[in-house]
């Protein structure tokens, strides 16, 4: 079955260092999503990529999607203490009906 | 408010009882899911619908049962044979059915079984 690796488990960084996570699939995706989680929270959406090769950017917040649409990557600029959490991705084969969640990296930040 | 709603937040159970967990949503989406999240693992489909009275299996159905008879409304019955029952439980719906909608999850349900 699909399977949607996450690199690394655990990230801990000083505030105002970068941060980024990888997301690496054994199949070619059709799109990818991606959610944060707060500790004792619930996922919430952060962004989809559908694009091959696509960047997108929410403030600090970087997304790609590989041009074999196998890997994606989020990158945050100077960390804050509000990035905190666990930050999954979600993919999906073609015409699969059903997301397969990556399992997460926590980020933890040391103020 | 919009959202999703379930309860309760934490649930205790004796082993060998089955234990039923709310998801509540007024957002008018049409598919409903429920995931299990153990620590490390990410989370888990256990089962989805995508019409009222009509769900799939996920990943790990076994153990578990849901019904669809509303479309607000999709319980998740976590019976006695589930091997591993003790974990957080997550709802979620999205607008409409297949990947390319973004997921709202509910608070989710601390499930605890000894």
């Known amino acids: 079955g699909q399977q949607v690796m996450q690199i690394p488990q655990y990230q801990h960084v000083q505030e105002g260092e970068d941060f980024t996570t990888y997301c690496n699939s054994s199949?070619?995706?059709?799109?990818i999503q991606w959610y944060k989680q707060r500790p004792g929270g619930h996922p919430v959406f952060l962004i989809q990529?559908?694009?091959?090769?696509e960047v997108k950017k929410q403030k600090r917040l970087t997304f790609q999607f590989g041009e074999a649409k196998k890997n994606s990557s989020l990158h945050i600029t100077a960390t804050q203490t509000t990035d905190v959490g666990t930050y999954f991705c979600?993919?999906?084969?073609?015409?699969?009906?059903?997301?397969?969640f990556g399992t997460g990296t926590r980020l933890t930040i040391i103020p | 408010d919009g959202g999703i709603t379930q309860s309760p937040k934490y649930l205790f159970r004796k082993e060998g009882q089955n234990v039923t967990l709310s998801c509540e949503q007024n957002?008018?989406?049409?598919?409903m899911y429920w995931y299990r999240q153990d620590p490390g693992q990410g989370l888990r489909l256990i089962y989805y619908?995508?019409?009222?009275?009509?769900?799939q299996k996920g990943d790990i159905a076994e153990g578990y049962s849901v019904s669809r008879e509303k479309k607000e409304s999709f319980p998740l019955t976590v019976t006695s044979a589930q091997k591993n029952p003790t974990a957080f439980y997550l709802c979620?719906?999205?607008?409409?059915?297949?990947?390319?909608?973004?997921?709202?999850f509910g608070p989710g349900t601390r499930l605890t079984v000894t």
């Open positions: 979620a719906s999205s607008i409409g059915t297949g990947v390319a909608y973004e997921q709202y």
């Open positions: 199949t070619t995706l059709s799109n």
């Open positions: 990529l559908v694009k091959s090769g």
């Open positions: 979600a993919g999906a084969n073609f015409g699969n009906e059903k997301l397969t």
């Open positions: 957002l008018n989406h049409d598919a």
């Open positions: 619908s995508q019409i009222v009275n009509d769900f």
